[in-house]
Nanobody, 114 residues
C-alpha cells in the first residue's frame, strides 16, 4: 500500500508542472485525497484536496492557479500547477484519508526560479 508522487522539477516563474500521485493497494476513488507542501525551514501546509464525492478545496495562496483532479481508471491523483511563482518552491506531498486511515506519499520537489 503506497502513494508514489512524481512530476516535480525546476521551472521559471510563470511555468507549469503536473504533479502525479499514483496509488497502489488502495482504490483511490473512495478516499479523500490531498496535496500539501513544505518549503525549506517552514511547516507543511495544505494546498488542495478532493473529497471522494468530488468536491474540491484550495488554499487561498494557489486558488485559480492550481487544480486537483483524479483519474479513477489510472488510480492516480493529479495537481496541475500553472503560473508558478518562486514562493511555490517546496516539496509537494500527496495523501489519502478514509476514516482513521491516512497514507502519505514521498515528496516531489518543485523549484521555481525568478
Amino acid at each position: 500500500v503506497q502513494l508514489q508522487a512524481s512530476g516535480g522539477g525546476s521551472v521559471p516563474a510563470g511555468g507549469s508542472l503536473r504533479l502525479s500521485c499514483a496509488a497502489s493497494g488502495i482504490v483511490i476513488s473512495i478516499y479523500n485525497v490531498g496535496w500539501y507542501r513544505q518549503a525549506p525551514g517552514k511547516q507543511r501546509e495544505f494546498v488542495a484536496a478532493m473529497a471522494s464525492g468530488g468536491a474540491t478545496n484550495y488554499a487561498d495562496s494557489i486558488k485559480g492557479r492550481f487544480t486537483i483532479s483524479r483519474d479513477n481508471v489510472k488510480n492516480t491523483v493529479y495537481l496541475q500547477t500553472n503560473d508558478l511563482k518562486p514562493e511555490d518552491t517546496a516539496d509537494y506531498y500527496c495523501n489519502s484519508i478514509r476514516g482513521l486511515r491516512t497514507l502519505w506519499g514521498q515528496g516531489t520537489q518543485v523549484t521555481v526560479s525568478s
